[in-house]
């Protein structure tokens, strides 16, 4: 096990951040917009399922999504909701709502296509699920990956729990084994994978969720979202939670969760996410989550007092 003894500084943050590598590459802030390609999911649509994952919410976690009718639109609403800031004046078009692969394969391109090739924006994010990748797909991001070769192409995995028996619970409808495939896949066509972690599922103490972010650490990916596990309204979760079969984690326990979690994983993955946006007209528990700022400063001001950082307790593969 390597054991870190000298603390890492990201542009004084204790991990990695998103915001710390894009100003390392573009020496500017870099803003996200969100998107929704009116897209649906194999776990809701009857081809897996028709009532999704028991956490998933009627907007398919895009609920701060655009809501143009077409990319072009929600693109420029985007920049102009950021245009106020003036401390940067390029994006990331983030594909976020439901299975952004799920499409006939020409629509998926013209889509690809628009947001890449608007000037401003350095590349795109696709959020998806790994059960959604054909051969055809995995070509055409080659493809648009040679071809805009000034811009980027990441792919956000859906994995939420490297538990077999967490992962049937929650109706993810995949087993790890398609996960691994996807990420091997992606690797070779050289496309960034960031996976989505949930934290707080039910059935899963701290050592479950440390489990997971170590599995993620052995296949060398390259970013991670932590998420917050959000009890929203007109979800499989919310009557779970409402009649008494599980509880969410307080304040106090997620941010030593997390800190334990950035400890576990390389220096080099970057953090794109250590909590979670949870619409408030659609949040049930933990309602303490929409402190976003007190979150992260919380957590911060924790690590700094522990003396702690991201890979404190990684343990490197060889």
């Not at 050289?190 to 440390?210: F, N, R, S, T």
Request: with cysteine; charged share 25%; hydrophobic share 40%.
């Amino acid at each position: 096990m390597m054991m870190q003894t000298t603390p890492k500084i990201w542009n004084g943050k204790p991990y990695h951040t998103l915001d710390y590598e894009l100003k390392k590459i573009y020496g500017e802030k870099i803003y996200k917009i969100a998107l929704d390609a009116g897209m649906t999911c194999p776990n809701r649509d009857g081809t897996k399922g028709t009532r999704g994952c028991i956490f998933c919410s009627e907007g398919g976690s895009g609920e701060f999504a655009g809501k143009g009718a077409t990319i072009d639109q929600q693109l420029a609403q985007g920049k102009s909701a950021f245009r106020s800031k003036k401390i940067g004046c390029r994006f990331i078009a983030y594909f976020q709502a439901f299975t952004n692969t799920y499409a006939p394969l020409k629509r998926l391109e013209t889509l690809y296509r628009c947001a890449l090739s608007e000037p401003s924006v350095v590349g795109i994010s696709i959020a998806t699920r790994p059960d959604c990748l054909d051969d055809s797909i995995i070509f055409l991001l080659d493809t648009l990956k040679k071809e805009y070769s000034d811009k980027f192409i990441w792919i956000e995995l859906g994995l939420q729990t490297s538990s077999d028996a967490t992962a049937r619970f929650i109706r993810r409808g995949y087993p790890l084994s398609v996960f691994e495939e996807a990420v091997q896949t992606l690797q070779h066509i050289a496309i960034p994978v960031i996976a989505h972690v949930i934290l707080g599922l039910p059935q899963e103490d701290k050592a479950a969720m440390l489990a997971t972010c170590r599995y993620l650490d052995r296949l060398h990916i390259d970013g991670i979202k932590l998420q917050l596990l959000h009890v929203l309204k007109h979800t499989d979760l919310a009557a779970l939670y409402q009649n008494g079969t599980f509880t969410v984690l307080d304040f106090a326990e997620y941010i030593d969760i997390v800190i334990s979690c950035l400890e576990v994983l390389s220096p080099d993955i970057v953090i794109h996410r250590v909590t979670g946006d949870g619409a408030r007209s659609q949040l049930i528990a933990p309602l303490w989550s929409l402190d976003k700022k007190r979150v992260l400063n919380t957590l911060h001001h924790e690590m700094k007092r522990r003396g702690t950082f991201q890979s404190a307790a990684w343990e490197k593969i060889k």
